[in-house]
């Protein structure tokens, strides 16, 4: 079973950046960033390979940066310019993701 464990979410004014880390028992993999908003489901922000490239969802193109450590097997989400539709509860996990892997996330709040 592996476990992934996010951090480094909080309250921030719109505008403001945040840096969020994920920590992976596996194996170095394809990772994906989601989030989940109040009443929405949960969605695909940014996705890195093994290798190092990236996509991201229209509504974070160039204000997020996804990046990894593959020594360290951490992968990072940078969030700048961030807004408060950018609220929500941040997720990491394979990418396609495996429905088990899913870890307690981190809460991310933007106030306007």
């Known amino acids: 079973q592996v476990q992934f464990v996010e951090s480094g979410g909080g309250l921030v004014q719109a505008g403001g950046s945040l840096r969020l880390s994920c920590t992976s028992s596996?194996?170095?993999?394809?990772i994906g960033w989601y989030r989940q908003a109040p009443g929405k489901e949960r969605e695909l922000v940014a996705r890195i390979s093994t290798g190092g490239s990236t996509n991201y969802a229209d509504s974070v193109k160039d204000r997020f940066t996804i990046s990894r450590d593959n020594t360290k097997n951490l992968v990072y989400l940078q969030m700048n310019s961030l807004k408060p539709e950018d609220t929500a509860v941040y997720y990491c996990?394979?990418?396609?993701?495996?429905?088990?892997?899913w870890g307690q996330g981190t809460q991310v709040t933007v106030s306007s």
């Open positions: 996990n394979l990418h396609p993701y495996f429905k088990n892997y």
């Open positions: 596996g194996k170095v993999a394809p």
